[in-house]
């Protein structure tokens, strides 16, 4: 690891919040945990955008933002969150601070749910997604819609991937008194019944995580899929 990036992460460190919600982040040896692998895709697929549904301090948003800004490309993340759990993502221009203080500048966020998200501007702006990241309200019904609102803006070569989605267990994240059942396992289960797409489970964190890959059936080899341009 180079020395500007293990900066970079004892920097990210230094707020004990972004070493919560089941990304088997360790500070003493300076480990990532499942952020090691967002922003190993960020640099492999080299996306020019990319989607993050949730974040509860901005982990993902912030470990993706920093790979495409790595990349010469420099693409961008566009971050959806609702801020309901408090007031953490409630002023735009403590946003902005917040995500420059740790060196990255590629993110726009958005305070509005994914429903109303779908219905603006930016929306109908966006398409060439690489990476899709859902960790947002962590039911069967919303994992699906967030899926599916933006499957048909992936673009070649592009995943999604689904946290906290091996468990089925008690989201207790809005309080006690409004906890309800964690039910994205259930989605992801029926992606894996679908013989067009790839899905691979990672038991690491609280929760777990899963990476969706889709196959193109059309391609005229679709064991070799990705390689553009076959004859």
């Not at 697929?45 to 974040?55: H, Q, T």
Request: some cysteine; overall charge negative; aromatic content about 12%.
């Amino acid at each position: 690891m180079g020395h500007e990036m293990e900066s970079w992460i004892s920097r990210l460190f230094e707020e004990p919040d972004l070493l919560r919600m089941g990304h088997s982040q360790t500070p003493e040896d300076s480990n990532l945990g499942l952020g090691w692998l967002y922003y190993a895709l960020g640099r492999i697929v080299r996306p020019r955008n990319a989607v993050v549904i949730g974040s509860l301090r901005g982990f993902v948003p912030l470990v993706i933002a920093k790979a495409l800004q790595d990349n010469a490309e420099c693409g961008q993340v566009t971050f959806i969150d609702p801020g309901m759990v408090d007031s953490f993502w409630s002023d735009p221009d403590e946003v902005l601070r917040y995500f420059e203080s740790h060196g990255v500048r590629n993110i726009r966020h958005f305070r509005m749910t994914s429903q109303d998200f779908v219905a603006t501007h930016d929306y109908r702006e966006l398409s060439d997604v690489g990476l899709l990241f859902i960790d947002g309200y962590h039911t069967e019904e919303q994992a699906q819609f967030d899926y599916e609102s933006f499957e048909g803006l992936l673009s070649h070569r592009a995943f999604a991937l689904f946290h906290d989605s091996m468990v089925v267990r008690p989201d207790k994240v809005y309080g006690a008194e409004n906890a309800y059942e964690m039910r994205v396992k259930y989605f992801v289960d029926r992606l894996k019944s679908d013989p067009g797409l790839q899905v691979m489970d990672f038991p690491f964190g609280v929760s777990g995580l899963t990476l969706v890959r889709k196959i193109d059936r059309n391609a005229p080899d679709p064991m070799r899929d990705w390689i553009e341009g076959l004859p």
